[in-house]
């Protein structure tokens, strides 16, 4: 048994037996915090000049937030980048860039293209062919990790999407090399290090903290062999050291949601919402409910709607707690449009009937820029050939709908905070997970490193600092930055025994100094793998869902600077799970020095600053000076799997 399932079914019963302790304090020196993250959000809102689409909940709150108008996610994908804000590391240091890994899985020495020949097998496990829910080789390493009599293990899979083998050992004889068309990885029983998320960081510290929603990544977790229900991408049971009472996400609906009554975690879709398509197809991922505004009366019920009626019924109970305890809250609401599919009420859509959105200002990707850089959705083929324009503005305006119902959905648990006399204790910060295309240089969805997709939405209300009410800073934040940030505005410690420091630098000089604040990084750190296809064009195939850190050809780096965006795509050694800074495959560089695009005007020229490759027109010298520093961020830090 696992720590983590240890503490799932004794840990939550002390909690819930030990009730909830805390004295009252002032707003300042304990604040509640409502943390609250979109899924696929790209900046487009009228408070970052796109005044095209209707999100008046949001704006209404940013008019009294610090705006951040460039912050950036860690990788422009879900499971990875909330691994990595969640924690407050960048990728490199959680090793999850997939959807197979997270970060409580055991750190194992490994080899890597070998099997093991003698010993005693103790059991082996057979994985479902989508690995998703197996947590890959790293689950194995956690199942042999948490059985005392394992001292070997070794995980095989065949090719891309093909069932996965996990057998655990006592004891062997030798390795041996083995050349196989998939994943071929054995090691030895691992240690399990120590991690303190953000959630779990408040409740060590006092702190009652809820979850609502998608917060770690769907589903019950990327577990262990046996891998009963789980999830891809995130902890088993999405982290009980995580909540006060485990009642994360979807727990105890009523049966009127038959997806959702039972408790939190025991069992497969316990508490994840079903996608619920509801009339959108594989061929149309956009459709409309005509259904009240509310999103109440569909059937399968619209995810969100029960997002916020589950954060209300949270801050309902947080509230009265904190009455009378005087014990603050610490509250995750995970909204997940506009994540495909947009399934959303008429309301949001008719919003959008006779408006007209801008189409992309380059629709193919330049030659300039090496095609590893795209990768391939919703059917498109290559790079060079776009949609009709008809169908990217129908495209714009479904995804706009999205944002407009998730901005309601926001708008009911702003409203929730007010009308429970939250609105002065509690600080409210929103940002998305990472951003998405709209159909620039023909890419579409997230999954790359330029502006679009990895820069997000980002701004906070303290309601003790008013000097930052209204305001807005062009300080260039990274994601990992809201880990130091919510705990010095709470005045919380850093996590002093985690194996791996915190990587984010605090943002509360900036917020207490919007105009003079500094922070103690200049730039932000964006990675990304590349997984094409053996054979086929550099851009096929290229997305990393189930593709084993093992077995990733190449690693991309970006590094955006205040008036630069420079970037490295390069090979990966899967037996280190390091990038080989000797074998550069392409380079690109971007000019944003003239960039209106992150303020409040000119938002159609999004696409404008990283059309066009730069890297051939400047001086080699110049260049050296930027990839030193990307390699310098990056890094490879400590080890987290040593190669034998």
């Not at 009294?64 to 460039?70: A, H, P, T, V």
């Not at 903290?209 to 995130?234: A, I, N, Q, R």
């Not at 009455?323 to 610490?330: L, R």
């Not at 505005?489 to 917020?511: C, K, M, T, W």
């Amino acid at each position: 048994m696992t720590s983590v399932e240890m503490f799932w079914i004794f840990g939550c019963l002390l909690l819930s037996a030990t009730g909830p302790g805390g004295h009252a304090a002032r707003s300042d020196e304990r604040p509640n915090i409502l943390h609250l993250v979109f899924d696929d959000f790209r900046t487009d809102l009228p408070f970052y000049g796109q005044t095209q689409v209707h999100a008046p909940y949001l704006t209404r709150l940013a008019k009294k937030s610090l705006i951040f108008d460039r912050a950036y996610c860690n990788e422009a994908v879900c499971s990875p980048s909330r691994n990595s804000f969640m924690t407050g590391r960048r990728p490199n240091t959680t090793k999850v860039w997939n959807f197979l890994n997270n970060f409580r899985q055991a750190e194992c020495s490994f080899t890597n293209h070998a099997r093991y020949v003698g010993g005693t097998v103790l059991q082996t496990y057979h994985g479902s062919p989508d690995v998703q829910v197996t947590g890959g080789w790293g689950g194995c390493c956690t199942s042999c990790t948490s059985n005392a009599n394992c001292t070997h293990w070794s995980y095989h899979k065949m090719t891309r999407g093909a069932s996965a083998n996990c057998t655990l050992y006592s004891g062997t004889d030798h390795t041996v090399p083995m050349e196989c068309n998939g994943t071929c990885v054995v090691g030895t029983t691992g240690t399990q290090p120590k991690w303190t998320p953000i959630p779990e960081h408040f409740r060590t510290n006092g702190y009652l903290t809820l979850g609502v929603g998608k917060l770690y990544h769907d589903g019950g977790g990327s577990c262990d062999f046996p891998s009963p229900g789980c999830g891809p991408g995130e902890p088993p049971y999405a982290d009980p050291l995580s909540w006060t009472n485990c009642s994360a996400q979807y727990p105890d609906f009523p049966h009127e949601y038959p997806p959702f009554f039972n408790a939190y975690g025991q069992e497969q879709g316990a508490y994840l919402c079903p996608m619920g398509q509801g009339g959108c197809t594989d061929k149309q991922p956009y459709c409309t409910e005509d259904i009240p505004k509310d999103g109440s009366g569909a059937n399968p019920p619209l995810l969100d709607f029960m997002v916020y009626k589950d954060a209300i019924r949270k801050l309902h109970y947080a509230s009265a707690n904190l009455n009378s305890t005087g014990q603050p809250f610490f509250l995750n609401v995970g909204i997940k449009r506009p994540h495909l599919v947009w399934r959303v009420p008429k309301f949001y859509t008719d919003l959008y009937a006779n408006s007209t959105p801008s189409l992309p200002r380059r629709k193919t990707l330049s030659s300039t820029i090496d095609p590893i850089a795209w990768t391939p959705f919703f059917g498109l083929k290559s790079p060079y050939e776009p949609f009709e324009d008809d169908k990217i503005l129908q495209l714009r305006k479904a995804y706009y709908a999205a944002i407009s119902w998730a901005d309601y959905v926001a708008g009911q648990v702003f409203e929730a905070v007010d009308n429970l006399g939250l609105t002065d204790s509690t600080i409210i910060l929103v940002h998305a997970d990472h951003g998405w295309h709209l159909g620039e240089y023909n890419m579409w969805e997230k999954r790359t490193l330029w502006e679009a997709a990895t820069r997000v939405p980002f701004f906070i209300h303290v309601p003790f600092l008013p000097q930052s009410h209204g305001q807005r800073t062009r300080a260039i934040t990274e994601l990992i930055d809201v880990y130091p940030t919510l705990s010095d505005l709470a005045n919380l410690p850093r996590p002093h025994h985690d194996r791996y420091p915190l990587e984010g630098v605090s943002l509360l000089p900036v917020i207490k100094d919007p105009a003079k604040g500094v922070l103690q990084r200049d730039y932000a750190l964006s990675t990304y793998p590349r997984c094409p296809v053996p054979g086929g064009p550099i851009w096929e195939d290229n997305c990393i869902h189930t593709v084993e850190r093992t077995d990733f050809p190449f690693m991309g780096y970006t590094l955006r600077l205040d008036a630069w965006r420079y970037t490295e795509f390069v090979e990966w050694d899967g037996d280190t799970l390091t990038p080989q800074w000797d074998r550069v495959h392409s380079r690109e560089l971007y000019y944003h020095g003239n960039d209106t695009s992150v303020g409040p005007d000119n938002w159609e020229l999004a696409d404008f600053y990283e059309d066009v490759n730069l890297v051939t027109t400047v001086n080699s010298s110049f260049l050296s000076v930027l990839s030193q520093k990307l390699r310098a961020a990056a890094g490879t830090g400590d080890a987290m799997d040593s190669h034998h």
